[in-house]
């Protein structure tokens, strides 16, 4: 990859919604070059979703996060790719990976209430046969998201002089 491709998903990661022309004067680039570059991320899936970060705690209607940490047990037939596959096709799925250490996937879920949760685990994720053990984690709050702050700045009293 060329680095000024490089340099046109970065900016794009950073604020989906910058206009072509804008990428192209940061870039120093003709604009057909970044709509370009564009299209063929697009075309080759390079460039999934533009996508919005929202705050749902500023929402009035909460949702719960859950992680869910899934131990699988392999087969000839079932290999990870397989059943990270059939996990990630609940529409309460946000993301699927596949990690180390003592289970195989995280799971990121959301739903209405911590029953919700409760019962997907219960009846959608405990009911595929390769699972065999799960690890719920409900998430309490939220700070960072997808490299953005989601907590109000406050002012950094420990240098301020007091008279």
Known sequence: MESVEFEVLKLLEENARMKDEEVAEVLALPVDRVREIIKKFEKEGIILKYKAIVDWEKVQDDFVYAIINVKVSLTREKGYDDIAKRIAKFSEVHAVRLVSGEYDFQVVVKGKSL???????????STIPEVRDTFTHFVLRTYKEEGVN?????????LALVP
């Open 115 to 125: 029953k919700d949760i409760a019962f997907f685990v219960a009846e959608k994720i």
């Open 150 to 158: 989601l907590f109000e700045e406050e002012e950094d009293r420990r």
